[in-house]
């Protein structure tokens, strides 16, 4: 299993960008794909995260309204569209799998769910 994350970058504050997360090395449905941040000195949190099979999302409190998580089938792409953003967005933002669709309920992401991390992609917005 292999996941790529890119699209971070630097953007002004209100501004928007697009984080991909290109997954390969599997062929099921079963599965979720979160993405989670963090900050220096800051523990790692989650985002949003989508399972594949059943359509459920779900989006921690600061990403509501203003970050959209979605999939691209032909692509096996999930991606993360992230606008309005402030400067405490700024992070190092990673996607990862997690089996069966789990880590990824209605109310909840579950971190310790996720097995397979892509590296990071950095995502700086200034004021």
């Known amino acids: 299993v292999q996941l790529q994350a890119s699209g971070g970058g630097l953007v002004q504050a209100g501004g928007s960008l697009r984080l991909s997360c290109a997954a390969s090395?599997?062929?099921?449905?079963?599965?979720?794909i979160g993405w989670f941040r963090q900050a220096p000195g800051k523990g790692r949190e989650g985002v949003a995260c989508?399972?594949?099979?059943?359509?459920?999302?779900y989006y921690t409190d600061f990403a509501k309204d203003r970050f959209t998580i979605s999939r691209d089938n032909a692509k096996n792409t999930v991606y993360l569209q992230m606008d309005s953003l402030k400067p405490e967005d700024t992070a190092l933002y990673y996607c990862?799998?997690?089996?069966?669709?789990?880590?990824?309920?209605?109310?909840?992401?579950?971190?310790?769910?996720?097995?397979?991390w892509g590296q990071g992609t950095q995502v700086t917005v200034s004021s």
């Open positions: 990862a799998r997690a089996d069966s669709g789990y880590g990824c309920y209605s109310s909840k992401m579950v971190s310790y769910d996720y097995d397979y």
């Open positions: 090395g599997f062929e099921s449905d079963y599965y979720a």
């Open positions: 989508l399972a594949v099979k059943a359509g459920r999302t």
